[in-house]
């Protein structure tokens, strides 16, 4: 209780620091107990044409997908790009794991919300990748083609040596930057303005929990390599060929046995340019034209 005779300042912030508990809990209540799913922000183009979603990555928003957005015929797309939970203009809650299947539910609740026709077209960039083959793997009926550019997948298992070296080398690396936040919050903003200028990365201090989290328990602990090799989605996956950000390494040799699966390469680094805009858009406008290819 506060002191009738407390500074106003002090009685002041107490009763915002009241609002808020209250806040958060009813947030809990509603969204943990009783499985509410959040609401997501983001550009949606509306209109009539084919639904594509536009999934984009780590610590990004949906804003990195301007580059690809300009080049595509509104008359001809439906084009929905959210900003995943805990980024851009999303909420970000620091309670959830921040899961694939946290992802996974706020993306299929905000597809839902948008009365979106099915099957829609995914495309992701990075970690979206990741969130959108589970999607594809969950949902099958809602998935009618996937387009993954520049997926981070790290496979767990010593069929792939070389692929495996550079998996604990990137894996050493989240977790310096897990267990040392100060290097994203204040010693090295100048890296990150670098790292948002080349890849598309923004970190707020609001942001840290759902960076955090989701760089351990949707990226780390992917399940993707393995959801690909049985997918039945026809699926193209671009890589960048100077993408220093993921392991490439052996991923063709991955998916060589699934039919489903397309491999391309582009000169790209990690992240989207005008040039990847137009590639994109180039095989999005190939798949409406011949709807039978993957390739």
């Known amino acids: 209780m506060v002191s009738e005779h407390a500074p106003a300042g002090v009685a ?6 009241t609002i808020v508990s209250v806040i958060r809990l009813f947030d809990i209540f509603w969204h943990r107990t ?4 959040y609401r997501l922000r983001g550009v949606d ?25 300009k080049y595509l015929p509104r008359d001809e797309w439906r084009i929905f790009a959210p900003d995943l939970l805990g980024f851009g203009e999303s909420p970000k809650p620091d309670w959830p794991g921040y899961t694939v299947d946290d992802h996974v539910q706020a993306v299929v609740a905000a597809i839902k919300r948008r009365h979106l026709k099915s099957p829609i077209t995914l495309v992701a960039h990075s970690m979206g990748c990741l969130i959108a083959v589970r999607l594809a793997s969950k949902y099958p009926d809602l998935v009618g083609r996937l387009v993954l550019y520049e997926p981070p997948i790290f496979a767990d298992d010593p069929i792939y040596p070389i692929h495996m070296r550079r998996r604990g080398r990137y894996f050493a690396f989240y977790e310096y930057v897990m267990a040392h936040p100060q290097i994203a919050l204040t010693h090295s903003r100048l890296v990150w303005r670098i790292a948002k200028r080349i890849v598309g990365l923004r970190l707020s201090e609001q942001e840290w929990i759902p960076f955090a989290r989701s760089l351990r328990n949707t990226i780390m602990l992917q399940k993707t390599h393995q959801e690909l090799q049985s997918i039945q989605t026809p699926t193209i996956i671009v890589e960048g060929r100077f993408d220093f950000v993921v392991v490439r390494a052996e991923v063709h040799k991955m998916f060589a046995d699934n039919p489903f699966i397309a491999m391309r390469r582009m000169a790209q680094m990690h992240g ?3 040039r990847s805009g137009k590639h994109l858009a180039r095989i999005l406008r190939d798949l409406t034209q011949d709807k039978s290819a993957i390739a």
């Open 12 to 17: 002041g912030d107490a009763s915002s620091a």
């Open 34 to 37: 009783l499985g509410r799913p």
């Open 272 to 274: 989207l340019s005008a």
């Open 45 to 69: 183009s509306g209109g009539s044409g084919t639904s594509l979603v536009l999934l984009h990555g780590l610590a990004a928003s949906s804003a990195v997908w301007k580059p690809l957005i």
